[in-house]
């Protein structure tokens, strides 16, 4: 069966902290995708940043960067310089197929000033 | 900017009746799809389309129908409403043709309370 799995369901920083969400996944695929999407309160889910698994670099995009542990399946978001803004749920997805995706339960960032 | 729309955002109805929320994306994207998102269960796919007139199951299609007559518009029907369907509704879509990419786009999302 393909899982996600986000352990942590809630988690707090300071601003201008750094904060790391987990996510472990599970398939016997050699190629697939690996998304972690924000939901801010009240508003639209986006995508911050993707994996691809064919690729040993991490993804980065500015302050959001992944620490993608392939043969642990491992699939950790680091979020820097945390902003009050950042505050959302974030979901951890997987794409084995291209067309489904497998989301995980969720971690709700609380950013404190 | 690729747009997802869905028809309502809150949404309340009474057990029993027939209800149809509505997608429309303006990205000529061929995959859309329909999830339940409850809290501590993250994301549940219902159903999904890969194609006009074409269907497939997700994880819980138990009491829900889907209907997609035209490329952009996904509807999901709950036949008899039942106060368990009581959730977030979100609308995605995405397109093969991103290479390399495969992201899917939401929509904002419709809170169907039934009471």
């Known amino acids: 069966a393909q899982t996600v799995t986000q352990s942590q369901p809630e988690m707090s920083v300071q601003e201008a902290e750094t904060v790391t969400l987990s996510c472990t996944y599970d398939?016997?695929?050699?190629?697939?995708?690996l998304f972690w999407y924000k939901q801010p309160p009240s508003r639209q889910m986006i995508l911050v940043i993707r994996?691809?698994?064919?690729?040993?670099q991490n993804a980065t995009e500015n302050r959001f960067s992944v620490n993608f542990q392939k043969a642990a399946k491992s699939f950790s978001l680091k979020i820097s310089d945390s902003q009050l803004g950042d505050t959302a749920m974030y979901f951890c997805?997987?794409?084995?197929?291209?067309?489904?995706?497998?989301f995980g339960s969720g971690t709700k960032l609380n950013v404190k000033p | 900017d690729v747009k997802v729309t869905q028809s309502s955002r809150y949404l309340v109805k009474r057990t029993g009746e027939k209800v149809f929320l509505e997608c429309v994306q303006d990205?000529?994207?061929?995959?859309m799809f329909w999830y339940r998102q409850d809290p501590g269960l993250g994301l549940r796919l219902i159903y999904f389309?890969?194609?006009?007139?074409?269907?497939e199951k997700g994880d819980i299609p138990e009491g829900y129908s889907v209907s997609r007559e035209k490329k952009e518009r996904f509807s999901l029907i709950l036949e008899s409403a039942s106060t368990n369907q009581t959730s977030m509704y979100l609308c995605?879509?995405?397109?093969?043709?991103?290479?390399?990419?495969?992201?899917?786009?939401f929509g904002p999302g419709t809170r169907l309370t039934v009471t």
């Open positions: 995605a879509s995405s397109s093969l043709a991103q290479i390399g990419s495969y992201e899917q786009y």
């Open positions: 398939t016997s695929e050699n190629n697939y995708y």
């Open positions: 994996q691809e698994a064919y690729k040993q």
């Open positions: 997805a997987a794409t084995y197929n291209f067309n489904k995706f497998y």
């Open positions: 990205m000529d994207h061929e995959n």
């Open positions: 389309s890969y194609d006009v007139k074409m269907k």
